[in-house]
Nanobody, 120 residues
Framework: QVQLVESGGGLVQPGGSLRLSCAAS????????MGWYRQAPGKQRELVAT???????TYADSVKGRFTISRDNGKNTVYLQMTSLKPEDTAVYYC??????????????WGQGTQVTVSS
């Protein structure tokens, strides 16, 4: 079994910064893409950013230039550095990982979500 545990959410003022972390653990052989998604109240879950195993990132247009995704393959951890936060960034943020487990089965796993609230 594989678990993803997120941390780093919270309340921040507009223009502020937060750093999210997501650590994967369990019966992991390797992890391909990792990413962050978010879901605001009354809205569908949307992609925020993804990163390949080799470190190539992609971003939603709404966060380009403000958010940076990175990963540490040795720690099976993905990060999301968020700067210049806006009220519209308020959402529950979920991490996702495309995992190949120790039995060489591929599956997508999700974290439990961490709340990010941007408000004065």
């Amino acid at each position: 079994q594989v678990q993803l545990v997120e941390s780093g959410g919270g309340l921040v003022q507009p223009g502020g910064s937060l750093r999210l972390s997501c650590a994967a653990s369990g019966s992991i052989f390797s992890i391909n893409a990792m990413g962050w998604y978010r879901q605001a109240p009354g809205k569908q879950r949307e992609l925020v950013a993804t990163i390949t195993r080799f470190g190539t990132p992609t971003y939603a247009d709404s966060v380009k230039g403000r958010f940076t995704i990175s990963r540490d393959n040795g720690k099976n951890t993905v990060y999301l550095q968020m700067t210049s936060l806006k009220p519209e960034d308020t959402a529950v943020y979920y991490c996702n990982a495309a995992v190949i487990d120790s039995s060489y089965r591929r599956a997508d796993y999700w974290g439990q979500g961490t709340q990010v609230t941007v408000s004065s």
